[in-house]
């Protein structure tokens, strides 16, 4: 995949981007007379000088009502027009400086680009209802930037087009504090391109946006190159007021196209979004996250997503809809070596892909999960690591089954010399009590060559199977033998006694002789045989290849189910209402365990003895052996995690020998809580679990070999805002990515909690990123 190129920013800049002179930055503004400027301020006069006998640059003309110097407030058919070319601009000088200048007077000259920058767009007209325009006519550099308070961010307003003619730089340090572009409740945006190159935390941050528009986005973080393995792309959420029903969802979002290449997380993210066009969407590379992830994201068009190498061996796609989405249309994915290349979840109902090309994913090459009214449209998948379509049901109750899925005219192949992908297409029935799966049709699928246990596997009796070229819901080879009645009987080639079956039948070979055969399908008490009957015997066996379909008469009657309602209705969830914004959850700065901690802090101590992950102090256990003991905060501390946070813990083991690490969340007493923890299982052997102690299960369990011995290593939690399900990550000292897993199917109801740990030798820096 060859990347666009970057702008040609010239070779005289200290950045190697633009470099002007200040007439010719004024003259961008449209100033025709520099000499006032060329001293640091233009002293323009926008005073009444219509009686002028000469007309001076700066002067005001009245046109019907409209002032020829803000003629782009004047709507015609409802197309703005501007002047000129800005009303602030930024630029670079030969030495280095950055200025900022509008037509009146200097706004800033100095060595920082954000400030320059920041500086151009607070010099915008208050309050104003039309938009007004900032040109960066030059590249610049951000960070490093150190904590304080906020991370390090160019905030744009309201009524704002801001024009990048450069590059933006990132140089950050440490941990990733920078996020180039931010707007926070704030409408009428415009940005018509923009390059960022280098470490952000995330390009963009847009929350609680309405009416945006972007033209070409372009973002580059440099490969294996992370800062605490975080850094996504653009994301853009309606989350400023809070989550759920709080929230006061982004509308009108507009994106004609975007580059992205080595992102650590998602390139491309929504969540609570109304309304929203995307163009084309190019992810080159991600260490953890989507090409394409809309969450809970309505009303949406994207005419084209390309994946290259996306979370590869991991659970994420090219192009995944999670968290309720519905009416999204995409005309086609592109996915080449990602994990997966198109992946809904979560009911993500009423979408639409109309065509796919995915090669080579580690996963599926299309998972479709718990959503109605899915459809694939056509294109090819091949050489997957799982199946190449699966359509299933999770055990939860808390999203609809998968309903209603369409998939059709895909030709699914594994050309491997060794095939891996077993089925071409699997639909599951799913383990619920109550409605799984329902109501898919495959139809016009090629899947010859596609699966080593078989082309097409069916579990729901609702399934329309039809017109499939290699496979429906039984397919072989089949010998009629001559003289024989009945001529051959292939036995249960369907299971459920209410289905109608179709058959397509050819000859291996022709015989010479007349023939003739009829087929019937005949139940036998559990399941449908077929049977073939001669009509004209020709004298000899002859060999017939046979696909059976299963066309369905669905005419709406019900089928029944349990819906579980008698079962265990478990235990009641405690509410919580922490502040769950990004910061410290705790570091033990206090230098002793404090009391908001209950259970068995006898066990643990707050020390300055090395290693401390952040501060001057880190908890760690008094107890020599391999489990420890329990402690946990449930109220008291400035914060806590919740569900729609991503929030991180560092822990460590004391010895090699005996000990573990750990760290729980989610917790509202001793014995209920999420886990995550490395576990010693043998000599240089550590596990890394993840653990639902409000059911008593682990979830996952891995190895990773040996490890080190006192010194942090990080998990980083990322909740799905329903509570269902979580990304937990490992990382290893130096931020590098161990183990990521994603879990589904979690309690609805479990959406906060306290923290903690059990039994860990070391923990510190407990935080919620974002």
Sequence with gaps: MAPPSLPDGGEDGPDGGLTLTRRTALALLGVGSVGAAMAGSASADHGDTRNSSTRKWNQHVDAQGHDLSNLHALEVDHVQTAARDA?????????????????DETLYSGDEFTDAVQSALDSLTDGRTTKEKVVVACSGTMGPHEWDGDVLAIDIPSYTILDFRGTIHVEDEDEALIRPLRALNAEEIEIPRVQIVGNPRSAFWFRNV????????????????????IGGGVRIDGFADGRGDDAVRCTDIQVDSAYFENVAGHAFETYSVDRIQIGQV??????????????????????????????????????RLANGCSDVTC??????????????????????????NIDGTTSHGILIQDGENVSINGGVVKNTGDEGVRIDSRSSDQHRPAQGVSVSNLRIVDEREEPEMP???NVTEGPRDGPDTSNVRLVNNDVRDSGVDGGINVEPTSTIVRDNVGDGIASGTVTLESGDSPAATVE?????????????????????????????????????????????DPGEDLEVDYIVDQPQALIGREESADDGEDEDEGEEVPEFDHDSSPGIVDSFEAGELDGSYEGATGSYEVTDAEPVAHGEYSLKSTVDGPEGERIMSFDGLDRYPAAGTTFSAKVGIQSTETGNAGFAWGAWDLDNYYFARLWRS?????????????????????????????????IVVDWAADGTEMTVTLNDPDGEQLAQHTVTGLDPDVTGGGVGTRGSGLLDEIQILE
């Design 87 to 103: 009303d602030a601009i930024v630029w670079q000088d030969e030495d280095g400086a950055y200025h900022a200048d509008d037509r």
């Design 210 to 229: 309405w009416n945006v528009t972007f033209g070409h986005i372009d973002v580059r973080m440099p490969e294996e190159s992370y800062i605490d393995s």
């Design 282 to 319: 190019i992810a080159n590379g991600t260490a953890s996250g989507c090409g394409v992830l809309l969450n809970d994201t309505q009303d949406a068009t994207v005419g084209e997503v390309v994946g290259k190498d996306i979370d590869v061996g991991g659970g994420y796609a090219a192009f």
């Design 331 to 356: 005309g086609q994915v592109v996915a080449r070596n990602c994990a997966r290349g198109v992946f809904t979840v979560s009911e993500s109902s009423n979408a639409t892909v109309n065509s796919v």
């Design 423 to 425: 089925y071409g297409i």
């Design 492 to 536: 249960d080639v369907a299971g459920d006694g209410g289905a109608s079956l179709e058959l397509r039948a050819t000859v291996v070979e022709t015989p010479d002789a007349a023939f003739s055969y009829e087929h019937r399908f005949e139940y036998n008490g559990s399941g449908w045989d077929l049977v073939l009957e001669w009509g004209t």
């Design 682 to 714: 043998g000599e240089d052997d550590f596990r890394f679990q993840i653990y639902n102690f409000h059911t008593g299960e682990e979830l996952v369990g891995d190895s990773q070999g040996a490890l080190e011995a006192n010194v942090f290593y990080e």
